[in-house]
């Protein structure tokens, strides 16, 4: 399942095909993976309060998952979960640009996820948001840079929830050309980070891993 926001207000939140609907892009090319993605999210959280289950209520809302899409289940999905970067790093809302810019260079990061004081997402910065509102107004640079990240207008964010297929990701970050999607879980909550790295790390260390079958 995938999310945009909106300077923290939830605007859209559906399956990959509705994303590029409402995008208007050209939706991806035919992959197995025909499913919501949100079928697998609802299964997954519903088990997930089953308490007498026999069987590992993770493992058959995946299998369940597989059966729709007509995949061989002795074949792996991976999530979101399995690869991305948790406990990564951001920042909040009320920091500066010059704050922003200082974590960017620190950490040799070329965006960081911004969120509020409750940790729920909010939106993204990089150097060329910091750029581009000192472009405005070259002269008065310094002011500029005490400007909270809050009061600039913010673009809009996709995110997607830990337990999306990472073939769905990777699709939807290539189509829309992302660099990284934030994560967030039920309540809009920051738990991490994919990045474009991270996918090629998990081609890489995954021998079964295969993004488009």
Not at 140 to 164: F, H, M, V, Y
Request: hydrophobic share 35%.
């Amino acid at each position: 399942m995938f999310a945009i926001y909106n300077s923290g207000s939830v605007g859209f939140r559906s399956t990959a095909d509705n994303l590029y609907e409402l995008k208007n892009t050209d939706t991806p090319g035919e992959v197995r993976l025909k499913p919501d993605d949100d079928t697998l999210f609802q299964e997954y959280m519903d088990s997930k309060n089953k308490k007498n289950s026999q069987e590992n209520p993770n493992l058959q809302a995946i299998n369940n998952y597989k059966k729709m899409a007509n995949i061989d289940t002795n074949e792996p999905v991976y999530h979101v979960k399995d690869i991305m970067t948790e406990n990564c790093i951001y920042i909040k809302n009320k920091a500066t640009l010059d704050e922003a810019y200082k974590v960017l260079k620190e950490n040799k990061v070329s965006q960081i996820p911004v969120v509020n004081d409750e940790k729920k997402i909010y939106g993204l910065i990089n150097k060329k948001i910091i750029l581009n509102e000192i472009m405005q107004e070259p002269d008065e640079a310094r002011i500029i840079l005490q400007k909270r990240i809050i009061d600039i207008q913010n673009d809009e964010l996709i995110a997607t929830d830990p337990i999306s297929d990472i073939r769905r990701v990777s699709k939807v970050m290539i189509d829309f050309k992302l660099d990284a999607i934030p994560v967030v879980n039920e309540d809009d909550v920051l738990v991490g980070i994919v990045s474009k790295t991270d996918i090629i790390k998990a081609v890489s260390n995954i021998p079964s891993l295969q993004l488009w079958g």
